[in-house]
């Protein structure tokens, strides 16, 4: 495959340097250009075509929205990265920016030393530039099988493999971080509109943009997919999705002679650097609640989701499914969990679905 071209678009010379510093260690990636302002940014983008364009997002005098809609006049296949300061970004304006077309969203880190800084890029931009090669490889995939008439496969039929038996699940819990998005869209609306238990999901977002992702997410399943609020009860058919800047809980009350299970929204510190974090969420659903549970850890960075589903599993009555590191575009969460030896069952993104399906719309059974 030809190397990724990038662009990047960053009014302050020294953030920019420190960008392109960190894109040039990435193997397969060509820096072809770098720009100061949008005239410049908007030459290079119609001479080199750039794959993926790093475009800062407080760029003095400019309306981002209106910069975006040029970029893909000029070059509609340009994917747009915004780039933006810690804690300046306004929700909205980032919202109507993702709408448009904006492919990720990353922070500028806190003022470090020039070294630190490249590292901290350096972490967040690999991944970053993985999942747009993964996204290339399956559009490819795609435009091939439909040229040649072939459906795409969805699903691997499932492996010969054991486990020992459960009763009933009554709850779906997803974590999931850098690539969590892309894999949600392909495993929520494989449900059928029938799915008989609730799904709660922690993806790590900032504030403002899981609003888009339940929403895009709501659109495309057969499930009603709405952000997490104080107080919802926990019902069959919904997916339920932590809001970008807190922390989501599960706890069970008596209402009317009736336990119910609840959501409550805390503003407590951030676990491993993340608000919402997936750990808060699984600990809460090993502290509160008495039932069987199908915890699934897709990609993503770091080793948030490894002491909750440690939690879950000394309680007892929890499976653990995982993603597997081919289809992983970040094998951190997923791999802290399976080199736990805490992973029931690791499959490909592709396959996970149906196998959510068959486990939770079925008795399980332990197979042979």
Known sequence: MAPIKVLVIENKKNYRTIIVSALQAIESVNVVGHAGSCSEAFRITALCSPDIIFLDYEMPRIDIQKTIRQIKKINADSEVILVSE?????????????????????????????TENIQYFSKYLRPIIKLFIVNRKSELVHRTTEKLGQPQIRVIPPSKTKWRRLSGFEILAIGCSLGGPEALKQIIPAFPADFPIPIVVTQHMPEGFTSILASELDFRSNLIVMEGRSGLTLQPGYLYLAPGGKHMLIREVRHGGVNQRIIVLDNGPPIHNCRPAVDVMFNSLANNLNCSILAVILTGMGHDGLAGIQALKKRGNCFCMTQDQTSSVVF??????????????SLPLRSIAGRITDMVCSSIETIE
């Open 86 to 114: 810690t804690r300046r970004t306004s929700s909205a304006s980032s919202i109507r920016a993702l709408k448009l077309g904006a492919f990720y969203f990353i922070r500028k880190p806190p003022d470090n030393t020039k």
């Open 332 to 345: 951190g969460m997923p791999g802290a969990v399976a080199i736990a030896g805490l992973s029931d069952l």
